[in-house]
């Protein structure tokens, strides 16, 4: 049971005080894997009768490693809006609805959410994440939903992060961390792993530093070491601000297109253990780029790869909802599609050796980008530039 109440900044508040109350996290174990479970919950009054909820199902995950049809949605920086327009004048996320009701309309076609930070951007007001909790309901109530740690939901000065800016509204974390389960060893610190199926997603905490010689370098090396590639071969990294590659205006004008000191210390992790596919948000549009190691596409195919991936394949998703941003006016060598809209990536799993990834607008659920990855075992243990330790010919 956790307490709402407790935040790291000044309250946002009207007028007098108001009871956050409490947050109530229950556990099942002994669950079969892909098994269906039907739930509801309930609150018992002072008399001792018990009003109950509707009911809901569940799917409980695939074991690590199971061959199964495995269907993963990614996003970040959704919000929340009013279906009535009562708030139109201070819209800061226009597109929020659209994405909510795409997925609740597609629920039935995915396994699996990954909302990569920038939740509701409450900014400190527990209200507004009471709407964005109601808002989603329909889709947490039946699928994982998963989170990471925006700007939004963690950033205040002096307080042990790695950005001394305002944009959580005093919230520093304490909100997410005690909305959301995630699988942290310390929720505190936002980073950690999940093995679903075939999948393993290193999440990683872009609010705390990630650099070499960090707790979070570790764990991020850590987390992409460890897995098992013959039984979990699709391995996905994923934060909130881009720390891989964005044609974002902002990060052209600073010459970097990325986060400051983004990749720096993370690429050579990406390229050894052989990353799939790096997802970011935080820049309000979607973008997709060529299999890329140190600034250099590795190869010219565009939409159907196969064999040994030389690089990683990286993608901004932050159009869940927020206000849209632009691009530079030149297109990088490196960046295959960009499309200034709302929208959410879906990632399938079909086995072992085929994956596909899929772009959706969110006005229409339909796909405006995709491609396929199909290889077996031996590609992925295939040195390429970088992916294997050093070898010497002495003997």
Not at 58 to 75: E, M, Y
Request: hydrophobic share 30%; net charge negative; aromatic share 16%.
């Amino acid at each position: 049971t956790f307490n709402r109440g407790s935040m790291c900044g000044a309250p946002a508040r009207t007028i007098g005080w108001r009871d956050p109350g409490f947050i109530h996290t229950a556990f099942m174990r002994g669950l079969w894997p892909n098994k269906e479970y039907f739930y509801k919950v309930g609150h018992e009054l002072p008399d001792g009768t018990v009003v109950w909820g509707k009911p809901y199902t569940f799917r409980a995950p695939p074991t690590p490693g199971q061959s199964s049809l495995q269907r993963v949605i990614v996003f970040g920086d959704m919000g929340k809006a009013e279906r009535d327009g009562s708030n139109e004048y201070a819209n800061y996320q226009p597109g929020s609805l659209n994405t909510t009701d795409a997925l609740v309309k597609d629920l039935d076609n995915f396994d699996m959410v990954f909302h990569i930070g920038d939740l509701p951007y409450a900014n400190g007001y527990i209200s507004q994440w009471d709407q964005f909790t109601a808002q989603v309901a329909p889709i947490s109530a039946r699928k994982p939903y998963m989170i990471a740690s925006g700007n939004h939901e963690r950033d205040w000065p002096n307080t042990g992060g790695f950005f001394d800016v305002e944009d959580s509204g005093g919230e520093c974390g304490v909100l997410a961390e005690t909305m959301y389960y995630y699988p942290a060893e310390n929720r505190a610190n936002f980073w950690y792993k999940v093995d679903y199926g075939m999948f393993r997603f290193c999440v990683a905490d872009s609010e705390h530093d990630w650099r070499e010689g960090t707790p979070q370098y570790k764990f991020i090396e850590e987390c992409l070491s460890t897995v098992d590639r013959k039984h979990q071969p699709w391995l996905v990294f994923a934060a909130h601000r881009v720390l891989g590659y964005s044609s974002n205006k902002w990060y052209a004008e600073q010459g970097s297109f990325e986060e400051p000191k983004g990749r720096e210390s993370l690429q050579k992790l990406w390229q050894r253990h052989r990353v799939d596919l790096a997802i970011f948000g935080h820049v309000h549009n979607y973008e997709r780029t060529c299999p890329l190691y140190q600034n250099q596409c590795v190869s010219n195919e565009r939409s159907r790869y196969s064999g040994t991936m030389n690089g990683t394949i990286f993608v901004v998703a932050g159009g869940g909802g927020s206000h849209l941003n632009g691009y530079t006016s030149a297109v990088p060598k490196w960046s295959v599609f960009r499309d200034r809209d709302y929208g959410f990536t879906k990632l399938t799993a079909f086995n072992h050796s085929s994956l596909l990834f899929e772009y959706k607008r969110s006005s229409d659920g339909e796909v405006y980008d995709n491609f396929t990855i199909h290889r077996d075992y031996r590609d992925v243990l295939g040195c390429v530039h970088d992916s294997c330790f050093p070898t010497t010919l002495a003997t």
